[in-house]
């Protein structure tokens, strides 16, 4: 058994440290997914805070310790919805830097090189459906498998947003 899914094992019988240090260990992630999604670091911060409570509550509900991160930001994704709907906002992004960032073509070259204002820059021009899928496949690292778990779409569905999330981003090219 992984450590991970020991701490998560831990949590699941009320070790209040061990869910801290699955929070702290997930506190990154859910950092930058909350961000791709609401663009404001106040929305974000208040969608990480409702997740980790929601979380607390109901760690005990979690089937299997190792999809914990899955579950996570399920969660996490189900919150930013929420705060979205709630607040219908959307921030303005500069046109130059993302012309700038497209210029090289990153999502050929590896997003990895981007910097995260960079990055949420060129997220920024996504469709709403696609850029989720864009920050859980190139930002977090999640396989197509486990973002279809995620969102709840079949695998040629992410699949086919992520083709079309890169034909989106080259018309700014």
Same mark, same amino acid.
């Given at each position: 058994?992984?450590?991970?899914?020991?701490?998560? #094992?831990?949590? !699941?019988?009320?070790? &209040?440290?061990?869910?801290?240090? %699955?929070?702290?260990?997930? $506190? @990154?992630?859910?950092?930058?997914?909350?961000?791709?999604?609401?663009?404001?670091?106040?929305?974000?911060?208040?969608?990480?805070?409702?997740?980790?409570?929601?979380?607390?509550?109901?760690?005990?509900?979690?089937?299997?310790?190792?999809?914990?991160?899955?579950?996570?930001?399920?969660?996490?994704?189900?919150?930013?919805?929420?705060?979205? #709907?709630?607040? !219908?906002?959307?921030? &303005?992004?500069?046109?130059?830097? %993302?012309?700038?960032?497209? $210029? @090289?073509?990153?999502?050929?070259?590896?997003?990895?090189?981007?910097?995260?204002?960079?990055?949420?820059?060129?997220?920024?021009?996504?469709?709403?459906?696609?850029?989720?899928?864009?920050?859980?496949?190139?930002?977090?690292?999640?396989?197509?498998?486990?973002?279809?778990?995620?969102?709840?779409?079949?695998?040629?569905?992410?699949?086919? #947003?992520?083709?079309?999330?890169?034909?989106?981003?080259?018309?700014?090219?």
């Amino acid at each position: 058994m992984k450590q991970g899914e020991q701490l998560v #094992r831990k949590a !699941k019988n009320n070790d &209040a440290e061990a869910f801290i240090r %699955l929070m702290e260990e997930n $506190k @990154e992630s859910m950092k930058r997914v909350a961000y791709a999604y609401l663009k404001r670091e106040e929305d974000a911060a208040d969608a990480i805070q409702d997740t980790i409570l929601d979380a607390f509550e109901h760690i005990h509900e979690l089937q299997k310790d190792e999809y914990f991160r899955t579950w996570l930001t399920r969660i996490l994704i189900n919150n930013c919805a929420k705060i979205y #709907r709630q607040n !219908k906002r959307q921030t &303005a992004y500069d046109a130059e830097k %993302l012309a700038y960032v497209q $210029k @090289e073509g990153p999502w050929e070259n590896g997003m990895e090189a981007l910097s995260d204002l960079e990055f949420f820059d060129l997220l920024a021009h996504l469709s709403e459906e696609n850029r989720m899928i864009f920050q859980l496949y190139f930002g977090e690292q999640y396989t197509v498998s486990q973002i279809a778990d995620i969102l709840r779409l079949k695998e040629n569905t992410v699949k086919s #947003r992520l083709r079309r999330g890169r034909e989106e981003l080259r018309r700014y090219v």
